[in-house]
């Protein structure tokens, strides 16, 4: 099988243990040889997700089999182009559009009957007032395509001005935008959701293969800081026997016809019965930040499963490495140290067990330069020992 994935950040650079052991002929369209993937796949080719002559000479050159991707943003023409090939694309079109577009995603999930927070399109700030009175005056609007950790996402409150001279900006921009409303990732709309007084987040992660093979891992629970995903714990504590999130992501992978992985971010609401509602927030449709636990924590890494799913192989197992342990995974997200590896060299004494991944990025503030996973049976023991270790990456010893 020769296979090549669009983009070169840390998702595809992670994927290198897998090519090893799978023993695939795997190539990378990266955005520079010198970034995460690029520097740990020498035959990488540069070039952009969005410049369709690159891409098909890429596909060409290295007469790929299949393609697939690290992130959604690929314009759907040039997906039909590669088809056109006779290039295998997983997910395909049709499934990636969901993971590409919100409004889209949030219309087929009501469709099949899976819970979401109320939302619905909006074209100006009239609309979204409505919107917002319904809902105590407040919202969240999003547009539809190219959000990520939080970028596109907006709280609007009828009592904050500023939030709402923001909005104002975002309908302009969405208005003048020339953009192909028909391709799924070009839309410029916008949609506007309940703010959900959430207890915390969830994510499921689930596989399905090419041959319709389909596993998920254990259901966690993830932590945001400023919108970006910080910590993730796995399983997700006090999950209950029926876990109803995992039902949910492997009826969305079957209805959608993902191939691949598909990571469902989704709300917990627990009312003040102790009743819990799980409302479905993002898909992803790839191997996904909340997922990062599976590399040490699980017997199958979600970085393995994509290729032995988009390869069409038999699907590795995904339960937990151990019944009676936690893993935790947390991100480094930016670094006041000045020399990574150094830094690297100090947290390997705290615990022996922990593993520090670095992505070989250059540090900017906020930036996910690597993150930590540690299992263990106690969960406050391991939460700690990662807190220590994410400390060193900012300067903090104690
Ligand atoms: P993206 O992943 O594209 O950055 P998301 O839709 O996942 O955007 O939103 C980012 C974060 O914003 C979520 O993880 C959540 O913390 C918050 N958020 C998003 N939508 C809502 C909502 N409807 N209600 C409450 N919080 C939300």
New binding site residues.
Partial sequence: MRIGVIGGGQLARMMAPAVSELDLEFYVLVEALDGAAGKIFPNSTVGEANDIETVLNWVKKNNLDVVTFEHEHVPNYIIDKINDLHVAVYPDKLALRFAQN?ILMREKLSEIHLPC?DFTVVKNIGELQVFMQKHGGQA?L?TATG???????LVVKEQDSQSLEIASKWFEKSFSSTADINDPEQDPRLLV????P?TR?LAALVVRSSKGEIKAWDTVESI?EN?VCKTVIAPAPDLGKNDKAKKMAIKIAEELGVVGVLAV?M?EVVNSLGISKILI??LAMRPHNSGHWTINGSVTSQFENHLRAVAGLPLGNTDRINKEYWTVMENILGSTRKDLRDAKIDAMSVNSSAKINLYGKGIRPGRKLGHINLSGEDLQEVREDVKKIGNIFQGITL
């Fill in positions: 919100k927070p969240v999003k959000g990520y950790d939080g970028k596109g996402v959701e309940e703010l959900v959430f987040e945001q919108s971010e709300f927030n993002e």
